[in-house]
């Protein structure tokens, strides 16, 4: 049997969503620069994916720009705000848990002569709304948080934060990292006060490579790639049209009978925690199910390594990951679990399940009784 329980790193891409992206590369491949028929048809599959996406959000379509991902969308965010506001101030602040799409340009900005504070979080990995608060000053231009956190599920308040910026300081540009959260809450920017959104496509049955960065149209941001002018001249390159057009269908299916999926997914999320809590020396991190994600559990098997417990489990047909996907060759402890308070061995030994609507009851009590299996084993075997 086996079981893909590693979604937050990728999702298969799903088999409408492959079909058109197969059928634009193979038949409808013009440039949508180009001014002939097959250059009109192109821009028609953009025009129709920014539209879809839009409507998830309840945005313009001109607000919508696609990227290569969610690393772009996130590296644009920060530096193309931070240049264009720099005047008004340098001052911009993220959180401890941030993925590194986010600490890192925040780290260059930082060079560049920004000043960048990092919010502390609590033991289940949340900010705390009043530190955020004190943490404003005159000269902030830019906050920026995820949405969900990609290694433990914990869901900061975003919405709180956003009409609270709005109300008191509007100024301010808000960025949410939603890569793990679109396509699993229903996000309104314009209702809640975000000023930028980075999404993923792989993260929701999409293509990998493509991405887009929604932008509120009085946000005041430079472009940090430059060419021949596309999208509006914010982001050049040769549009990814095969890219793009599936991203829209993707999003389009994600937000479909949404609440019926989450539903799903919280269930299976409760099965493989409850299973979880009768294993010996099991330490889940993060918040306790429906306070967290729907679709990501975070767990310690102590007296294991990670990366002994992940191949022991692949070899079962089992796939999980050792922590964030895009750090998993880094030999470097992982920051979410460090400043939500895990002790070496609990980072040592932590192991990553997430799922999606494709996942069954059947494979979450598989991979149950495999590491009730295993796990007496594997620990003989670390202690001889």
């Not at 590194?100 to 504070?117: H, I, N, R, Y």
């Not at 793990?180 to 975000?194: E, H, N």
């Amino acid at each position: 049997m086996e079981a893909y329980l590693d979604n937050a790193a990728t999702t298969r891409c799903s088999r409408p969503v492959c079909e058109l992206v197969m059928k634009i590369m193979g038949e409808d491949y013009g440039n949508p620069s180009s001014m002939h028929q097959k250059g009109v048809e192109a821009e028609r599959y953009m025009r129709e994916a920014a539209s879809r996406i839009a409507a998830t959000l309840k945005v313009s379509e001109k607000e919508i720009f696609f990227t290569s991902g969610g690393t772009e969308s996130n590296n644009w965010a920060l530096i193309g705000t931070a240049m264009a506001n720099q005047r008004r101030g340098k001052h911009l602040i993220i959180t401890q848990v941030e993925h590194p799409a986010v600490s890192a340009p925040a780290a260059w900005l930082k060079d560049q002569g920004f000043e960048v504070m990092a919010l502390s979080v609590d033991r289940e990995g949340r900010i705390s709304l009043e530190d955020l608060k004190k943490a404003v000053r005159p000269d902030t231009i830019l906050i920026s948080t995820m949405y969900v956190n990609n290694e433990i599920g914990a869901v900061e308040p975003v919405e709180e934060i956003g009409r609270w910026l709005k109300k008191e300081h509007p100024d301010v540009i808000y960025h949410v990292d939603a890569i793990q959260a679109y396509g699993k809450y229903r996000i309104y920017p314009q209702k809640t006060g975000i000023d930028l959104l980075s999404v993923s496509g792989h993260k929701l049955h999409g293509p990998k490579g493509i991405g887009f960065l929604y932008i509120n149209k009085k946000v005041k941001i430079s472009p940090i790639i430059w060419g021949g002018g596309q999208q509006g001249g914010m982001r050049s390159g040769t549009d990814n049209v095969p890219g793009a057009a599936g991203l829209g269908l993707a999003a389009m299916k994600a937000y479909e009978n949404l609440e019926e999926k989450t539903e799903y997914l919280y269930h299976l999320k409760e099965l493989l925690t409850e299973g979880l809590d009768e294993i010996e020396q099991v330490v889940i991190h993060g918040p306790c199910c429906r306070e967290g994600a729907p679709h990501i559990v975070n767990a310690s098997f102590l007296g294991v390594r990670s990366e002994v417990l992940l191949h022991a489990l692949e070899d079962k047909g089992i796939y999980v990951s050792a922590g964030s996907a895009c750090s998993t060759h880094k030999k470097s402890k992982s920051p979410t679990l460090t400043a939500a308070g895990a002790d070496a061995k609990e980072r040592e030994s932590a192991v990553r399940f997430s799922f999606s609507d494709e996942n069954t009851e059947e494979e979450i009590r598989y991979t149950l009784e495999v590491l009730k299996e295993l796990l007496p084993l594997l620990r003989r075997y670390t202690r001889s």
